[in-house]
């Protein structure tokens, strides 16, 4: 079997001029790349970027009229206000501004396909017509989220306009491994030739940030959500570092002592007077643990005047154990740049929804935790799959967190695991169960992570050989 070639990233990049995009629900498919590019160019020629978007007709009952209506285009607007950002730094001087003072210039198309080949025609002819000396042309085709019939209309396109100064270049992103393949086609005298290569060079953005990839899907964070940067290795956040501290001293206690976990999980139970009771015994036995005031204080604010506070407790113990995990693993801390506690996505009108635990790789993919102390139904474990999507498509993954080890996971979706105090959480695992939501126990994050980022860390590994 011959081997597929590979190309260097770094050199078809610095030869591009013209960009386009297929616009999609998670636009950081086309904004990591074109990252990607920008940093690859000089001052000697700059970036002309397209953004092509399928535009839908809707009826409108009432006049009985036609009416341009298209959902698709807030995707454009999402990486308009992303691309905003570019104006602060370099590399925004590598874009070409367009004629309407925008970053991308914006090509609508219908849902007529005939009329896609012809249009796609006119675009490189225009392009072609406007050249003001003999260089050779470079296309980039970002076709990861293009529709298999535009595909299909931009081949033939090329294949009816191409010239020999000029190459065409698809560009497809395999989400599992952060790997890109690329077509490159060019014309030799009257033949069009076509070379399948892999891209070499590693796909990622060291800049982005949660923030950056929310807003890509078209959500804004609450300035009070909590961000850990990555820092020289080390996973940083000046306000909330004593409560993970303290949670790293709770999760040793719990996961080393049964009782000590009985009460913890069984302390938001039974009726008000003995709940309180419970409650107060339990903050005493985590206070124990705790040497400095330093650290008691911050026990307190974990807790606040939160009647199930042990669900807060379950959050800095999860948030704990990933920070260990990382910053324990070079291999697996290289993928991730930040981790978010407590992320408020607000949406056009308010607030979309709050994810407990939020981490991003350098590749865009997105893995959004919810910690349920205690019973969750189904229909809640139906809307975080659907918020995970809305905010991440597919590269987002729901995970479920429940304070069960692994020993009791593992009964538990069994059904073997008979315990009164664990009534609620069982209920919860039930729940994810039915709506396929993945389940993480607190001592397999480590286990639930390289599962997730294995294929990505196996490209690198074989990458660095």
């Given at each position: 079997?011959?081997?597929?070639?590979?190309?260097?990233?770094s050199e078809?990049?610095?030869?591009?001029?013209?960009?386009?995009?297929?616009?999609?629900?998670n636009?950081?498919?086309?904004?990591?790349?074109?990252?990607?590019?920008?940093?690859?160019?000089?001052?000697?020629s700059k970036?002309?970027?397209?953004?092509?978007?399928i535009?839908?007709n809707k009826?409108?009952?009432?006049?009985?009229h036609?009416?341009?209506?298209?959902?698709n285009?807030?995707?454009?607007?999402n990486?308009?206000s992303?691309?905003?950002?570019?104006?602060?730094g370099?590399?925004?001087?590598?874009?070409?501004?367009?004629q309407n003072g925008?970053?991308?210039?914006?090509?609508?198309?219908?849902?007529?396909?005939?009329?896609y080949?012809?249009?796609?025609?006119r675009?490189i002819?225009?392009?072609q017509?406007?050249k003001?000396?003999?260089d050779?042309?470079?296309?980039?085709?970002?076709?990861?989220?293009?529709?298999?019939?535009?595909?299909?209309?931009?081949?033939?396109a090329?294949?009816?306009?191409?010239?020999?100064?000029e190459k065409?270049?698809?560009?497809?992103?395999?989400?599992?491994?952060n790997?890109?393949?690329?077509?490159?086609?060019?014309?030799?005298?009257?033949?069009?030739?076509s070379?399948?290569?892999?891209l070499?060079?590693?796909?990622f953005?060291?800049?982005?940030?949660?923030?950056t990839?929310?807003?890509?899907?078209?959500?804004?964070?609450?300035?009070?959500s909590?961000i850990?940067?990555?820092?020289?290795?080390?996973?940083?956040n000046s306000k909330?570092?004593k409560?993970?501290?303290?949670?790293?001293y709770?999760?040793?206690?719990f996961?080393?002592?049964?009782?000590f976990?009985?009460?913890?999980?069984?302390?938001?139970k039974?009726?008000?007077k003995?709940?309180?009771?419970?409650?107060?015994?339990?903050?005493?036995?985590?206070q124990?643990?705790?040497?400095?005031?330093?650290?008691?204080?911050a026990?307190e604010?974990i807790?606040?005047?939160?009647?199930?506070?042990?669900?807060?407790?379950?959050e800095?113990?999860?948030l704990?154990k990933?920070?260990?995990?990382?910053?324990?693993d070079?291999?697996?801390?290289?993928?991730?740049?930040?981790?978010?506690?407590?992320?408020?996505?607000?949406?056009?009108?308010?607030?979309?929804?709050?994810?407990?635990?939020?981490?991003?790789?350098?590749?865009?993919?997105?893995?959004?935790?919810?910690?349920?102390?205690?019973n969750?139904?189904?229909?809640v474990?139906?809307?975080?799959?659907?918020?995970?999507y809305?905010?991440?498509?597919?590269?987002?993954?729901?995970i479920l967190?429940?304070?069960?080890?692994?020993?009791?996971l593992?009964?538990?979706?069994?059904?073997?695991l008979?315990?009164?105090?664990y009534?609620?959480?069982l209920?919860?695992?039930?729940?994810?169960?039915?709506?396929?939501?993945?389940?993480?126990?607190?001592d397999?994050?480590?286990?639930?992570l390289?599962?997730?980022?294995g294929d990505?860390?196996?490209?690198?590994?074989?990458?660095?050989?």
């Amino acid at each position: 079997m011959d081997k597929i070639r590979k190309k260097n990233a770094s050199e078809l990049f610095k030869q591009c001029n013209f960009y386009i995009m297929c616009s999609t629900l998670n636009q950081v498919v086309n904004y990591i790349p074109l990252k990607m590019i920008l940093k690859e160019k000089t001052d000697r020629s700059k970036l002309e970027i397209f953004n092509i978007t399928i535009d839908s007709n809707k009826k409108n009952e009432s006049n009985n009229h036609i009416e341009n209506f298209s959902p698709n285009r807030r995707w454009d607007e999402n990486m308009e206000s992303a691309l905003e950002m570019l104006k602060k730094g370099r590399l925004a001087s590598n874009i070409k501004i367009s004629q309407n003072g925008k970053l991308f210039t914006p090509c609508s198309l219908g849902k007529n396909i005939g009329e896609y080949i012809e249009r796609i025609k006119r675009f490189i002819k225009c392009r072609q017509d406007s050249k003001e000396t003999n260089d050779s042309y470079t296309y980039i085709w970002n076709i990861t989220g293009g529709q298999k019939s535009l595909i299909f209309a931009i081949r033939k396109a090329i294949e009816a306009r191409i010239v020999p100064e000029e190459k065409h270049i698809f560009l497809y992103l395999e989400g599992n491994t952060n790997q890109c393949a690329v077509e490159c086609i060019s014309k030799q005298d009257d033949r069009i030739e076509s070379e399948f290569c892999l891209l070499k060079g590693k796909y990622f953005d060291e800049e982005l940030t949660i923030k950056t990839a929310l807003q890509l899907a078209g959500f804004k964070i609450n300035e009070k959500s909590c961000i850990f940067k990555k820092e020289n290795g080390k996973f940083c956040n000046s306000k909330e570092g004593k409560k993970v501290e303290v949670a790293d001293y709770i999760y040793k206690a719990f996961e080393e002592d049964e009782g000590f976990r009985a009460e913890a999980i069984g302390c938001n139970k039974g009726e008000a007077k003995d709940k309180e009771k419970n409650q107060e015994e339990f903050k005493k036995r985590c206070q124990e643990l705790l040497k400095t005031n330093e650290l008691k204080e911050a026990f307190e604010k974990i807790c606040g005047k939160n009647d199930n506070f042990f669900g807060y407790i379950l959050e800095y113990m999860a948030l704990s154990k990933l920070i260990k995990v990382l910053e324990s693993d070079n291999n697996l801390a290289d993928q991730f740049l930040e981790i978010g506690h407590s992320i408020k996505l607000e949406g056009e009108k308010d607030q979309f929804c709050e994810f407990d635990l939020v981490l991003l790789t350098k590749g865009g993919q997105i893995l959004i935790i919810e910690c349920k102390s205690g019973n969750m139904d189904s229909d809640v474990s139906k809307a975080r799959i659907y918020t995970t999507y809305a905010a991440a498509g597919v590269y987002g993954k729901p995970i479920l967190i429940t304070p069960l080890l692994k020993k009791e996971l593992e009964k538990a979706k069994k059904h073997n695991l008979k315990n009164e105090n664990y009534k609620y959480i069982l209920k919860a695992i039930g729940a994810a169960q039915r709506s396929q939501m993945e389940i993480w126990a607190l001592d397999s994050i480590e286990e639930g992570l390289r599962n997730w980022m294995g294929d990505i860390i196996s490209k690198e590994n074989r990458r660095r050989k």
